[in-house]
């Protein structure tokens, strides 16, 4: 079992700048994908951006160029910086982790929003 605790949304201009954390509650080394989804009202949850446990990135192509996800062992903690932020990045961003067996877990969530 791996608990996901996400933090850091909250109201921004457009234009701004928010970072998401999400602690998990086991170390990173037991896990094989992490990644951040979204899900905006009356819309699919959608990949942003995922890391492999090699630190390979892979983001949605609305996010390439604007948000950087990362990871620190130490902390086992996840990271989503949301830069040049427009109103269509509102919506709910949720962590996802992935261990061996393909066992996925998620986050309870936090919500963005981007004023116009």
């Known amino acids: 079992q791996v608990q996901l605790v996400e933090s850091g949304g909250g109201l921004v201009q457009a234009g701004g700048s928010l970072r998401l954390s999400c602690a998990a509650s086991?170390?990173?080394?037991?896990?094989?994908?992490l990644g951040w989804y979204r899900q905006a009202p009356g819309k699919q949850r959608e990949l942003v951006a995922a890391?492999?446990?090699?630190?390979?990135?892979n983001y949605a192509d609305s996010a390439k160029g604007r948000f950087t996800i990362s990871k620190d062992y130490a902390r086992n903690t996840l990271y989503l910086q949301m830069n040049s932020l427009k109103p269509e990045d509102t919506a709910v961003y949720y962590c996802?982790?992935?261990?061996?067996?393909?066992?996925?877990?998620w986050g309870q969530g936090t919500q963005v929003t981007v004023s116009s």
């Open positions: 996802n982790a992935e261990i061996p067996g393909n066992y996925r877990f």
């Open positions: 086991v170390s990173f080394f037991s896990i094989r994908a």
């Open positions: 890391i492999a446990s090699g630190g390979s990135t």
